[in-house]
């Protein structure tokens, strides 16, 4: 594992996400990062990671109040990096549903996050996942590389289509438990894992080296 050049990473604190966890992460591959839900630092860092532990509506809630939702559009809309990391990728498609209550999400992509249908939930501990060939997220990792996941939400597919030559198509890496569910997606300025790199050993700090690098 290479460490990266070092960029400056905010870690979004809305009460809602390992940020301790992510910082030690993001700091072992050689990220200088701060950990705030100050508007300002968060639109000028080089990257920004938004954590998410819990329920959908909860985080969204959470997020709302700390203003989380603008920063994640502004720095969308001017290409500037931004990293959704379980609940924290979650609440980045059009809606969550739980317990049959449902809450809107930033509805950056198409798509509802949905109950995990399998014997044991919830989903935690080690998995592996299916990327595709040509991914950045992933690259320099094994197939058979694990990574650490928890939740019993999950997005179940994947609805949005990119029929213009012209734009590259979102890259969707996806894992099994039970059924098969969206796992990473790669797209543009916007990346997001439903597993936790921060707490994923030595891939995770791969993976994290990766997004550091394209910053």
């Not at 809305?14 to 993001?26: I, T």
């Not at 203003?67 to 990391?85: I, K, Q, S």
């Not at 040509?134 to 019993?152: E, K, N, T």
Request: aromatic share 10%.
């Amino acid at each position: 594992m290479s460490k990266a050049v070092s960029k400056n990473v905010v870690v979004f604190d809305y009460g809602f996400g390992n940020v301790r966890s992510a910082e030690r992460a993001l700091a072992r591959v050689g990220a200088d990062v701060e950990i705030t839900r100050d508007y300002d630092k968060a639109m000028a860092a080089d990257g920004l990671m938004v954590p998410g532990v819990g329920a959908f509506a909860a985080c969204m809630a959470g997020l709302t109040e700390a203003r989380g939702d603008w920063v994640v559009e502004r720095r969308l809309a001017g290409g500037r990096p931004v990293l959704g990391v379980c609940v924290g990728m979650q609440v980045l498609f059009s809606r969550g549903i739980e317990h049959g209550v449902e809450t809107e999400g930033l509805d950056e992509w198409p798509g509802t996050v949905g109950p995990l249908k399998a014997d044991v939930v919830p989903h935690m501990g080690w998995n592996t996942v299916e990327a595709p060939a040509d991914s950045q997220l992933f690259a320099g990792l094994d197939r058979d590389a694990r990574y650490y996941f928890v939740h019993s939400y999950a997005v179940h597919g994947w609805e949005l289509e990119i029929t213009n030559p012209r734009i590259r198509a979102p890259k969707v890496t996806w894992s099994t438990h039970g059924e098969r569910f969206v796992a990473a997606v790669e797209n543009g300025p916007l990346w997001a894992t439903q597993f936790h790199p921060e707490k994923s050993g030595d891939a995770g700090a791969q993976l994290l080296t990766n997004w550091i690098e394209t910053l």
